[in-house]
Structures are given as C-alpha cells and as structure tokens.
C-alpha cells in the first residue's frame, strides 16, 4: 500500500493487526481499499470516502451503529 497507493487494495484479507498500518498509510496517502467487513481501528475515528457513493464516513461511528 505504502509503495503502491495508485492501487486499490482488497483489505479484506487482512486481518485486524493490519489497521494500524493501514491508518498509518491512509495519514498519509491517499490509499484506496475494499473492505468487506468493519476492521477493528481501536479507538481511532477517522473520515473516509465511499467509493461508491462518494460520501465522507466517520468510520468509528458508522462502524459502532452498523453493528
């Protein structure tokens, strides 16, 4: 991700000792991934984009009331 971020990423098939990294790159690129299931970021929130729809998420809270 760090060395590609021209690249879309299917995330989904990392596992949740990958979001730090993940936040960490997106802090400071602008990485794009699919996500077929609510990573456990901790307690960061953070925005991102909907790719599909465009619309900016609060990731943390739209995590906590999807589930």
């Not at 960490?24 to 790719?51: P, Q, R, V, Y």
Request: hydrophobic share 40%; net charge negative.
């Amino acid at each position: 991700m760090y060395k590609e971020p021209e690249n879309e990423f299917w995330a989904t098939a990392c596992g949740d000792n990958c979001a730090w990294w993940i936040k960490k790159f997106g802090d400071e690129l602008d990485i794009t991934i699919s996500l077929e299931h609510f990573m456990d970021f901790g307690d960061n929130t953070f925005l991102c984009k909907d790719a599909l729809t465009g619309e900016i998420i609060d990731y943390f809270h739209f995590a906590v009331y999807k589930l």
